[in-house]
């Protein structure tokens, strides 16, 4: 037990952690997504991504865990099926293919889309989808698809979402309900995963539930900073902000591939 309440780096580093994650913590609070996009991108520069991201995917299961009784009545139960049926099926399918493809210029394309798709709506494009079973299924599978390829489904989903006018609570109520089980999958995943480093071992070790336990109730500050200031605005405002941070989150995508690239 005392191992893992021993700081995982030096105080210099864990402030700067923690600062990071109470503001990607805001973040998810607001709009409901990009705690793991901003998390890791972060906390990459200070650690290797490996020993955080499964870490991450814990927080994130406590985020939704923390919200679900404030958003639980404004799920969309005609979305959130199909969403959950297309993570499941096209998750695997991403993953696969990193193996075929360079990884770096692949998520550099998707971020680059992203980027243009978010900057468009921003601008005031009116692209509206109905809400149909095709367009539900649709979505899903590309949010599996990018998750699998990218780990930034969250992100595309989001974009798709906001050209359908769904209420802004209902939106972030779904997204926070599709990543509870995108997320308990994902870490599931990553119990099975063998480690590297740690012969015998997996992704899920003592590190995951140290930097977990770290980073857990700043986490939570944030996301409770966030929800207050998501119950003043109006939907036009969330909208605004929203795509304004989906602006932000495919710009670090990016900016994280193309140095991917470039090393």
């Known amino acids: ?29 607001f709009a409901g997504f990009g705690f793991s996009a901003i998390s890791v991108a972060g906390l990459s520069l200070i650690v290797s991504p ?34 959950a049926f297309g993570n499941l099926l096209f998750i695997p399918i991403g993953v696969a293919l990193l193996a075929w493809l360079p990884e770096a210029p692949l998520r550099l394309l998707i971020g680059a889309l992203l980027l243009t798709a978010a900057l468009l709506l921003r601008g005031g494009h009116k692209a509206t989808l109905a809400p149909t079973r095709g367009v539900r299924f649709f979505a899903g599978v590309m949010s599996g698809f990018i998750n699998g390829v990218a780990a930034i489904g969250g992100i595309a989903l989001a974009v798709l979402l906001s050209t359908t006018r769904m209420p802004p609570a209902t939106l972030r109520a779904t997204m926070i309900a599709l990543l509870l089980f995108s997320d308990v999958v994902a870490l599931a995943s990553a119990a099975l995963m063998p480690d590297a480093a740690h012969a015998g071992g997996s992704l899920l070790g003592s590190d995951t539930w140290r930097w977990a336990m770290w980073l857990a109730p700043v986490m939570l500050a944030g996301i409770w900073v966030g929800h207050r200031s998501f119950a003043g605005v109006s939907p036009e405002q969330f909208r605004r902000h929203v795509l304004n941070l989906l602006i932000g989150l495919a710009a670090v995508s990016m900016l994280r591939s193309l140095y991917g690239l470039l090393a």
């Open 1 to 29: 037990m005392s191992a893992l309440l021993a700081p995982p780096v030096d105080f210099f580093l864990l402030a700067y952690g923690l600062a990071i994650v109470f503001a990607a913590g805001i973040v998810r609070g």
């Open 50 to 83: 490996a020993k955080v991201v499964p870490a991450i995917f814990a927080l994130e299961i406590l985020a939704s865990v923390s919200q679900w009784r404030g958003i639980a009545r404004d799920i969309d139960m005609h979305w959130i099926g199909w969403l």
